[in-house]
């Protein structure tokens, strides 16, 4: 069962467990205010609902908050950096403003990242980008964990894979696992008791399923496009591994070591003027969003949009209405802000 929880109190909340695990005033406030905005924008799967899971890892020691990022080669518009099993969240985010500083000087930027731990919300990074005026393009290497295109068993990560374009009137953002559906959002739709709206994986026989529970128990995820997406989803390992000089989802899987521990992740940054006004350039996209804008729904009194135009109505209604949150994971959460640091990650089964 969800329930609303008014901005505010869900950022304090978060802050109060991440300065409870001995993060520092910085970080934990830079940590709840993404896990908090994540859950904002309606992407409670890997916002409030993926605390739990990070509380763990910090005790288990696959995540060291005392870690920084460090300068590992770079070259031209290019850097490679080692997270140091440091902060996700902080070492992307570094990462990305070091992109985005590369872009002004050269026109692009790209920053590849090893040894890091889990970003939580891809899609965060991707509107960092487009927040400073910026193209923005992410992608990371994970642990296997949907299977290749005719495969029965996990043998390839699901790679999430993040773009953004800096739109003024509203920024154009995707962000999108190699699966149909991310494992956060199979678990925020099997802790509401809801079924798939799609098929997201296979039952046991090897029928599509749209029980989130199921696919959770096997995983056995759809990858998106069936063999395009799993297709997809190995060549972004493969190119992280190497533009990072890090591990592939393969040693992840060797490892075992949770979810993204030990990870390579990707960030580019465009300058989108480079050969174009801005003026120029935004009417162009504001001429191409409108035609999509424009299209025959397919439902009578719909509206079809582009990935990311309705973030900024949903973040002024939830700042208004209250964040949406699991009510577990909200009891989870605030014992956790309360002294009590026993956690048990429900999130995913």
Not at 34 to 48: I, N, R
Not at 189 to 216: M, S
Not at 237 to 260: I, P
Request: charged share 20%.
């Amino acid at each position: 069962m969800s329930i609303r929880v008014p901005y505010d109190t869900v950022k304090e909340t978060a802050k109060k467990v991440f300065l409870n695990l001995g993060m520092s005033e910085e970080q934990a406030e830079i940590c709840a205010g993404t896990h908090t905005d994540s859950s904002l924008d309606g992407v409670e799967s890997h916002g409030l609902n993926r605390i739990p899971r990070f509380v763990e890892y910090v005790q288990k020691g696959w995540v060291d908050i005392h870690a920084k990022p460090e300068l590992a080669g770079a070259k031209g518009a290019v850097e490679n950096w080692d997270g140091h099993l440091g902060i996700g969240i902080t070492n992307a985010r570094f990462c990305m403003d070091r992109a985005i500083e590369l872009a002004r000087r050269f026109g692009i930027g790209c920053v590849s990242l090893k040894n890091t731990t889990h970003w939580m919300r891809g899609g965060t990074y991707a509107w960092q980008a487009a927040n400073a005026g910026f193209i923005g393009i992410s992608w990371i290497g994970t642990e296997s964990c949907m299977p290749m295109w005719g495969a029965k068993e996990q043998s390839v990560g699901n790679n999430p894979f993040c773009m953004a374009v800096p739109r003024k009137k509203a920024p154009i953002v995707l962000d999108m696992a190699m699966s149909q559906y991310a494992y956060g959002k199979l678990g925020v739709y099997r802790l509401a008791g809801k079924k798939l709206p799609y098929p997201g994986g296979f039952d046991n026989d090897g029928n599509l399923t749209t029980d989130p529970g199921i696919i959770e128990q096997n995983h056995r995820v759809l990858p998106v496009g069936y063999w395009k997406g799993s297709g997809l989803a190995i060549l972004l390992d493969l190119c992280a591994c190497a533009m990072a000089n890090g591990k592939s989802g393969a040693d992840l899987d060797r490892e075992k070591k949770g979810s993204c521990t030990g990870c390579c992740q990707i960030f580019i940054a465009v300058d989108p003027y480079l050969f174009g006004s801005e003026e120029d350039i935004q009417a162009k996209w504001d001429d191409r969003v409108a035609a999509v804008n424009a299209a025959e729904p397919i439902k009578e009194g719909g509206h079809v949009t582009c990935p990311g135009e309705n973030t900024e109505a949903r973040r002024e209604q939830n700042l208004k209405e209250g964040v949406v949150v699991d009510e577990q994971i909200w009891a989870q959460i605030q014992s956790l802000a309360a002294g009590n640091m026993e956690t048990r990650d429900i999130s995913s089964t």
